[in-house]
């Protein structure tokens, strides 16, 4: 048989701690096929690729035993590990790819993915012959490793980079360099983006919302950014990778992974109730974690935030096989930025506006999630006295701007009796 009618395969090598996972290979038809190989198959003390592959979890051998194979994307749990929106057309334009090509996005990020996961071009000469035996009549090509070029420049958006810091300054990690900070850009769509993520992650923190180190940065700190229009702000928002530690990975994934849902359903596939049955059933220590998460639902709504939808939700794996809830992030005052805004992004007891929602809805949600409700309560009683008394006094002192600050006051005054702060 001819070559020209051989069809030609890309391999990327999928390794976690140092571990093979499997191998990812991308058809010339766009078809992309993760196989998982069979050691770490066969291991039932293998690090946790994802929850779905975890021996506790319900058809995991079975949903490990088979190739997950997609059209174009990839699959949700290497879809869901790449950039979305301007900053992949971000990418995409440097790397001269087109914006769907998540197999050559992930191939340029595979050496600093979120969590663990790393994920390594192959060499044609280096590809098992197993792994072309599974895919019939395949040759495996050198891979041509894209490099972006520096010519690129968008516009109206919010950019997040990962980097790493050193004596104050922040550069873009590059290579073997682990970027150990997430460092969000202002935006020219939205006024002070930076200093309202900034405040509403402090006022969460002050009622018992665990979150990672956060920053404001100025911009001149910030090196080797790209050419991106940024508006006439000086402060970028910072905050510490909580799956990094030092040089040393530490496995992570969002509840669209967890799920396996796609970036695109993040809002419209799933609720709050199922989440929290998740962690309280798999979490390593399941209580704990859906007292915080219960925390973290009422803080949303105290806070106005609209966008606390699957991607901002994670479980981290710190002993690389047991679940956790991780640390609090991406919790914004959305409200502020969104005329007539009312509703969270997921429903919690059948319902999303949150000016409707009261201590019955998280009744309701803890019933529904299978979580003792006697368990939950005492959480929610205190963020709510936490917020009454430290709060109003506390934003005074916080960064974000006294039109923001002025409108989330409001919006306090507008929250159900069980939940309003004065």
Do not use: C
Not at 84 to 108: C, I, N, P, T, W
Not at 342 to 363: D, I, P, Q, T
Request: hydrophobic letters at 40%; zero cysteines.
């Amino acid at each position: 048989m001819s070559d020209s009618r051989v069809d030609q395969i890309n391999v990327l090598k999928l390794t976690l701690h140092e571990r093979l996972v499997g191998y990812l290979v991308g058809l010339q038809s766009g078809q992309n096929i993760l196989s998982f190989a069979e050691a770490f198959k066969n291991d039932e003390g293998r690090p946790t690729f994802s929850l779905i592959t975890h021996p506790a979890f319900p058809h995991s051998e079975k949903i490990i035993s088979e190739p997950w194979a997609r059209n174009q994307k990839l699959p949700p749990t290497l879809s869901n590990l790449l950039p979305e929106g301007a900053l992949r057309e971000l990418m995409a334009q440097g790397l001269k790819v087109h914006v769907d090509s998540e197999f050559h996005l992930l191939s340029y990020l595979g050496a600093d993915l979120p969590g663990a996961l790393v994920a390594e071009p192959m060499e044609p000469e280096d590809v098992p012959a197993s792994v072309l035996a599974a895919h019939g009549q395949v040759k495996a090509v050198k891979f041509e490793k894209l490099s972006p070029e520096n010519q690129f420049s968008l516009a109206g958006v919010q950019m997040k980079f990962s980097m790493e810091e050193k004596d104050g300054r922040y550069n873009l990690s590059k290579g073997n360099v682990l970027g150990d900070w997430i460092v969000k850009t202002p935006s020219t769509k939205h006024k002070d983006v930076p200093v309202n993520e900034f405040t509403a992650m402090t006022l969460a923190q002050l009622v018992g919302v665990e979150i990672p180190e956060i920053k404001l940065v100025e911009l001149n700190n910030l090196e080797s950014l790209p050419q991106i229009n940024l508006p006439d702000e000086n402060l970028a928002f910072a905050i510490k990778r909580f799956d990094r530690d030092a040089n040393t990975r530490i496995h992570m994934e969002d509840f669209a992974q967890v799920l396996v849902k796609y970036p695109h359903e993040k809002y419209n596939s799933a609720n709050y109730e199922q989440i929290g049955r998740i962690i309280y059933g798999y979490s390593g220590d399941g209580l704990a974690d859906a007292q915080q998460f219960a925390r973290r639902l009422l803080v949303n709504i105290l806070l106005a935030n609209g966008d606390a939808h699957l991607k901002n939700w994670s479980l981290i794996y710190p002993d690389k096989i047991t679940p956790r809830l991780s640390p609090a992030y991406d919790i914004v005052t959305t409200s502020v930025y969104i005329k007539g805004e009312r509703n969270l992004a997921l429903n919690l007891g059948k319902s999303k506006e949150w000016y409707n929602v009261s201590m019955e809805h998280f009744k309701s949600w803890a019933d529904r999630a299978e979580i003792p409700w006697r368990a939950i309560k005492p959480h929610l009683d205190e963020v709510i006295e936490k917020a009454r008394n430290m709060w109003p006094k506390s934003i005074k002192d916080l960064p974000m701007n006294d039109q923001h600050k002025q409108k989330l006051i409001h919006h306090w005054s507008l929250l159900h009796k069980d939940f309003r702060i004065r």
